[in-house]
């Protein structure tokens, strides 16, 4: 038996045992990206994942790692037949087809890589959203290379990579010395060698024999643990497949277009008969307040900082000022990125999936805060520690009402930490000091957009505050909280600060990968809104998200005003449900305490009972509910894409 196996491996022709053996090694070498992914990304419940499902989900993995690898061999298995057909006369024809696997491999290995602190940073693996700041390379490439976090895993990718050379080099040496004894086959069976092999690498890319469905996101699924089944997947699978495959969605008025609009009026209470709008003008009975407005926009700040879903309790401060404020336990951003953050709180529209708002809608001025309060006669500013025209802060907030920017330059460079700029205690100083030289005969506006609790994770050294967790995110998360209690210390002292009015937002949350597969700690965020006097403490537990900022501040200043926000404001009102997205997500939780989410590329659909991090699905038992939330969140996102498209995005 053995001699009949050793004669049948001899017959087969050196270049496919030699594609065979770049294969098996190449499976190997993503094995070990895989448990660095595994290590490095698992949270504290892993643990209590069943071994078989680790097991499964390693398991998959060698099925989306074999597939993956097949998109690369297409190119190299055409050059060695060629060179087999040759009969092995060009060694050279045969180097280059070594070389085109090395290269592909290598890049792949690369997007692995990346992925591994991607994931820890977004909550999803690699996929062209990661491209969406190509116009500002230097400044990504700051905050990638600022932290070892990041950086460190370069040292990952080269040494697995010189490991990986080392060995396939001697792959190919071996192979090229046995060519002088190889005896090639005649044409026929040249031919079908390589027409077997070709079938082999086509049915292995395309991952599976079935006639309906080839290998997909969905396969992953082995346990219920989220975070279990994310491991199964090799990145590279999402990235080149939303690349090349998932085109970007062009925008097309949807037909049943009036419906949507129809029932987003309903939803946000709009009175009168049908127009293709939802504006609605808000009176007031009582004298308008000419409060000032500080609005705190907090980088990363989800709710889970704050000890919600089993997350470590790491903002002394702001649980304090929550304590004595107005506190929005169930408030969600509508993104995961600042960009949406910043444009929801400020225009009070939802962010639209992956659609870069701050650059691309900018046809016309939204009549959000800014707009609003500028007609009223405050005066206007707009604060980051960095580069104005990252996302194009400068353009947008200057077009939507703000008469004062402050960024990178208003600072000491020698001050900043990375390429993010200054530290939040002094972005937080800047604004006391240009507050307190301002025109004391208007109120003012500011929104601040800190950026501390953000990779790369560096805390100013000369500070009197020395945070004592062994984690540097975790200590930067502390710093942050500090540099919110000191400005409340200082602004306390100012004279303005009886006639204020102070929010403290969060952009987007923090992606823990076992609160779901769209985790919702990424969404679910922070909300204060403090002036004693006027807000008594107490907690707002309906759903809200950064839409209802505009509506609500302006229902506290009780300025008439027509509202063409897709918020409420949510100390009158509420809301039966509020959405949010995440790139190619789509999700909404409702007043029951049930979450809806759903993934557009491969449109898997969950239902949850997100409060208690309920691990069961409730899509089939209560499709009714999931199907009424999918139909009721694609509405008001259709009608705000279509408001937007026709008034505020310019064409690009």
């Not at 006369?89 to 491999?105: E, H, P, S, T």
């Not at 116009?135 to 990041?150: D, I, K, R, T």
């Not at 989220?226 to 497949?241: E, Q, R």
């Not at 506190?327 to 992956?354: C, K, R, V």
Request: net charge neutral; with cysteine.
């Amino acid at each position: 038996m053995r001699r009949i196996f050793e004669k049948i491996i001899r017959h087969i022709p050196p270049y496919i045992r030699l594609l065979i053996r770049l294969h098996l090694f190449s499976i190997f070498l993503f094995f070990l990206f895989r448990l660095v992914f595994y290590w490095y990304n698992r949270s504290a419940d892993t643990a209590d994942v069943p071994w078989f499902d680790t097991f499964m989900a390693f398991r998959m993995g060698v099925e989306f790692d074999s597939a993956v690898l097949c998109w690369i061999a297409f190119l190299p298995v055409l050059i060695f037949s060629f060179a087999y057909f040759l009969r092995d006369r060009f060694v050279l024809i045969y180097k280059a087809g070594f070389v085109i696997y090395l290269i592909l491999l290598f890049i792949y290995c690369f997007v692995y890589t990346a992925d591994i602190p991607y994931y820890r940073q977004f909550g999803s693996h690699l996929n062209r959203s990661a491209l969406l700041w190509n116009e500002s390379p230097a400044f990504v490439a700051g905050l990638v290379f600022g932290s070892f976090s990041y950086w460190g895993f370069l040292l990952v990718f080269l040494s697995l990579g010189i490991f990986a050379f080392i060995m396939l080099r001697h792959f190919f040496l071996t192979f090229s010395r046995s060519l002088p004894e190889n005896r090639p086959h005649g044409i026929v069976w040249t031919l079908g060698y390589f027409l077997l092999l070709a079938g082999i690498v086509t049915l292995g890319a395309r991952g599976r024999s079935s006639e309906r469905s080839g290998l997909h996101e969905g396969l992953s699924i082995v346990s219920a643990h989220p975070y279990t089944n994310v491991v199964a997947i090799n990145p590279n699978f999402t990235f080149w497949k939303s690349l090349f495959y998932n085109k970007r969605r062009e925008y097309k008025v949807p037909e049943n277009i009036n419906d949507d609009i129809a029932y987003t009026r309903s939803y946000l209470g709009v009175p009168g008969s049908f127009a293709v709008s939802i504006d609605r003008r808000v009176q007031s009975d009582s004298v308008p307040r000419r409060l000032n407005v500080v609005v705190v926009v907090m980088e990363s700040m989800s709710i889970y900082k704050m000890g919600y879903y089993q997350g470590k309790r790491l903002t002394p401060n702001l649980e304090k000022l929550a304590k004595e404020s107005v506190f929005f336990d169930h408030f969600f951003s509508s993104g995961i990125h600042t960009y949406n953050g910043l444009f929801s709180t400020t225009s009070g529209y939802p962010g639209i999936l992956d659609e870069k708002s701050l650059k691309s809608y900018v046809k016309a001025p939204f009549d959000g805060i800014g707009m609003l309060l500028k007609k009223q006669g405050y005066e206007t500013w707009f604060y980051t520690t960095h580069d104005p025209h990252f996302d194009n802060m400068n353009g947008f907030f200057t077009q939507n009402g703000f008469d004062h920017f402050i960024s990178q330059y208003e600072f000491n460079f020698t001050q900043a930490e990375s390429s993010l700029g200054v530290p939040d205690h002094l972005l937080l100083d800047k604004m006391l000091e240009t507050i307190n030289t301002r025109d004391t005969t208007k109120p003012f506006l500011s929104v601040l957009m800190t950026a501390s609790d953000h990779g790369p994770w560096k805390i100013p050294k000369d500070i009197p505050f020395k945070p004592n967790s062994g984690d540097e995110q975790d200590n930067c998360t502390l710093y942050a909280d500090w540099s919110i209690g000191r400005f409340m210390e200082a602004a306390k002292k100012e004279s303005w600060y009886a006639n204020t009015l102070f929010i403290f937002v969060g952009d987007h949350g923090l992606a823990k990968g076992h609160t779901y597969e769209m985790p919702i700690s990424y969404n679910h965020v922070a909300c204060i809104m403090h002036r004693p006097g006027i807000l008594q403490p107490d907690t707002i537990s309906s759903p809200c998200y950064q839409p209802d900022i505009t509506p609500t501040v302006m229902g506290i200043l009780r300025i008439p005003y027509t509202n063409t926000t897709f918020g409420v404001d949510v100390m009158k009102e509420k809301h039966r449900f509020v959405m949010f997205s995440a790139d190619d997500k789509i999700g909404c939780v409702n007043d029951q305490g049930y979450y809806y989410y759903k993934t557009l590329s491969n449109g898997q659909r969950y239902l949850r009972r997100y409060e208690s991090l309920d691990p069961v699905n409730y899509i089939e038992t209560r499709k009714e509910l999931a199907d009424s939330m999918d139909k009721d969140v694609q509405a008001v996102f259709e009608t705000a894409r279509y408001f937007i498209h026709q008034k505020n995005y310019l064409y690009e």
